[in-house]
């Protein structure tokens, strides 16, 4: 099954964890946010390496300026709300890209805006996680044991 298939079977649903020497990509401009996200990622895989980002912007040099593959994160996890370029404008961008459009994003925010959830999941987003997040639905998540959070789940 391709990770961005249409079909009601896919939508809305995390490959599981695999790559372990990939990093995993934290964007967020909410410092708070950002350390507890990484906390959770060490809990749940250990020493996974981690990159952090205060903006989409910054999320997106950093992928322009490295060509490889392996090199690229093997997951994203998106705030929303930031100032630059906010989280819908990133994940636009990054599903326009052939050579980013492949990475699995989960979108982390604190809105309570249906329509933006909605959005996000329509731009291709595999999921959305509410802030604050929870641990269990964060590892279900992760571990491609959960859909996505839907606009009736918020």
Request: charged residues 25%; negative net charge.
């Given at each position: ?14 490959s ?27 809990f ?90 929870s ?20």
């Amino acid at each position: 099954m391709r990770p961005f298939d249409d079909t009601p079977q896919a939508a809305g649903f995390v490959s599981p964890i695999s790559d372990t020497a990939r990093p995993v990509a934290v964007v967020d401009d909410n410092l708070d946010d950002k350390e507890f996200l990484r906390d959770e990622i060490g809990f749940l895989f250990g020493e996974a390496p981690i990159i952090t980002f205060f903006s989409g912007n910054a999320l997106i040099t950093y992928l322009q300026g490295h060509p490889r593959e392996q090199d690229l994160p093997r997951m994203i996890l998106l705030d929303l709300h930031m100032t630059g370029l906010d989280g819908l404008r990133t994940l636009e961008f990054l599903r326009r890209e052939p050579k980013f459009a492949a990475i699995p994003v989960v979108v982390v925010s604190g809105t309570q805006d249906k329509a933006k959830v909605r959005a996000a999941l329509a731009a291709g987003a595999q999921a959305f996680l509410p802030k604050p997040v929870s641990r269990r639905d964060f590892m279900d998540i992760l571990h491609g044991r959960t859909p996505a959070f839907t606009e009736t789940r918020i």
